[in-house]
């Protein structure tokens, strides 16, 4: 039996013959969270365990019906909360500060075992902020790898009949893939894009990010510049700050002219230290003084604020090893 988290609307209502019933069947499984109806599995992942942070995010394990487990973390946020969902059981990127780089790729996720990750988080937290969350493909598993299943699983949570995300709140977090990128230029959902660049070289991200040895920085940038400014608006640029590799002030006037007039913003992330990784983060004196250089060449520039680290839930710390602990 096909889980109905897999169907949009409109190939449950090809399915069953009535778009009035795929509607009112989204609405009573999404929204009146009606856990049973004929001929359909609505089965979830099991919430294999749950780490809870001394901030309040909570790193989950989802074990799937085939026995992979993926992780995701709850962050409650001042007004809301974000759902950090996989989107593949491991990742064949291989980004070398990334500890989910290391499984390697065991298998995409199907669109239905995304949108029911969220679903489970939704679950976790008080029904009065039910409709108040955001969702980031930023778990393990690089999304365009994972195309048809990432967008149907998009196309999914937007729908206004089921849980409604708008499109600001769902954020893609991808290394870069061009030909995914340029696929997803052409779609007409567009969600949020948020954009691994780490690294101000060719030199440095060949080494961190192997993937940049097919799609250069360069071209990564110019895809962004080439978009419409309503969609570049809703492009952010994530940069990880690693001590004596990505943190010189060279390397940040370097990026100061490559983002230079673009209107993206750019996200500082202080890298998520482990003993499984070859690297230091960067001393925030040395992330203060990078963000400087962004600002005054007017790049809007973050430091995102590390959450959940403490229970190995942060960017980069998601990795299946120890998952029993
Ligand atoms: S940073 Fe993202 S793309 Fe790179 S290895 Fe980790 S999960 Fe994969």
Do not use: W
């Not at 109806?37 to 901030?55: G, M, Q, T």
């Not at 973390?73 to 500060?97: D, M, N, W, Y």
């Not at 954020?171 to 061009?178: D, I, R, V, Y």
């Amino acid at each position: 039996m096909k889980s109905f988290f897999d169907f949009t609307r409109m190939e449950l209502a090809g399915h069953l013959g009535s778009i009035a019933r795929a509607t009112r069947l989204y609405h009573s499984v999404y929204r009146d969270r009606v856990t049973a109806i004929e001929h359909f599995d609505l089965a979830l992942p099991s919430l294999v365990s749950c780490f809870e942070s001394a901030d309040g995010a909570r790193r989950y394990l989802f074990q799937l019906a085939d026995g992979e487990v993926v992780e995701g973390v709850l962050i409650p946020e001042k007004q809301r909360f974000t759902f950090c969902i996989s989107s593949q059981v491991g990742c064949a990127l291989a980004c070398e500060f990334c500890l989910t780089g290391q499984l390697g790729l065991t298998r995409n996720l199907s669109a239905g075992e995304i949108v029911s990750q969220v679903l489970v988080q939704r679950a976790e937290i008080p029904s009065g902020g039910a409709s108040r969350f955001s969702v980031v493909l930023m778990g393990m598993g690089e999304p365009l790898q994972n195309y048809e299943n990432v967008l149907q699983a998009i196309q999914i949570l937007a729908d206004d009949h089921g849980l409604a995300v708008p499109l600001h709140r769902i954020t893609l977090s991808t290394a870069g893939l061009m030909p995914g990128l340029e696929r997803l230029s052409k779609e007409s959902l567009f969600p949020n894009l948020s954009i691994s660049l780490t690294g101000a070289t060719n030199t440095i991200r060949d080494r961190l990010m192997p993937i940049n040895r097919k799609y250069p920085i360069e071209d990564v940038v110019g895809f962004v510049r080439g978009l419409p400014v309503s969609r570049r608006k809703r492009v952010m640029f994530e940069y990880v700050m690693i001590k004596g590799v990505t943190d010189s002030a060279a390397d940040a006037g370097r990026l100061s002219k490559l983002l230079g007039g673009l209107g993206t913003k750019m996200n500082l992330i202080p890298l998520n230290q482990s003993p499984d990784l070859n690297f230091e983060r960067a001393d925030h004196a040395d992330i203060l003084r990078f963000q400087q250089i962004l600002l005054k060449a007017g790049v809007t520039t973050f430091i995102r604020k590390t959450r959940g680290d403490d229970v190995s839930g942060a960017c980069g710390q998601l990795k299946k090893a120890g998952l029993s602990a």
